[in-house]
């Protein structure tokens, strides 16, 4: 069983930053793929960003050019920077890990971290 721990969420202001983290307890490099998604109220959970393992990445299109998604060995971390927040940003973000076991991919979730965009 894969655990996630994220953190980093919380208020931010219109226009701000936060950085959410994402620690895996299995090395990230037998992980296929890692993402955030994120749920708001009433809406169904969409992909935000997403990185392989060889570090090619997707963004959802309402977050190109303000998010930016990468991976610290070292630290055996995902991160997703978040700059320019908007209100409709405002959600439950969940990090996520893919990884391909005897042929079929599992996927494993974080508990969520909520991220409010308010003034």
């Known amino acids: 069983q894969v655990q996630l721990v994220e953190s980093g969420g919380g208020l931010v202001q219109p226009g701000g930053s936060l950085r959410l983290s994402c620690a895996p307890s299995?090395?990230?490099?037998?992980?296929?793929?890692m993402g955030w998604y994120r749920q708001a109220p009433g809406k169904e959970r969409e992909l935000v960003a997403a990185?392989?393992?060889?570090?090619?990445?997707n963004y959802a299109d309402s977050v190109k050019g303000r998010f930016t998604i990468n991976g610290d060995s070292a630290k055996n971390t995902v991160y997703l920077q978040m700059n320019s927040l908007k209100p409709e940003d405002t959600a439950v973000y969940y990090c996520?890990?893919?990884?391909?076991?005897?042929?079929?991919?599992?996927?494993?979730w974080g508990q969520g971290t909520q991220v409010t965009v308010s003034a």
């Open positions: 990185i392989a393992r060889g570090g090619s990445t």
């Open positions: 299995v090395s990230i490099f037998s992980i296929n793929a």
């Open positions: 996520n890990a893919r990884i391909n076991m005897r042929g079929e991919y599992q996927d494993y």
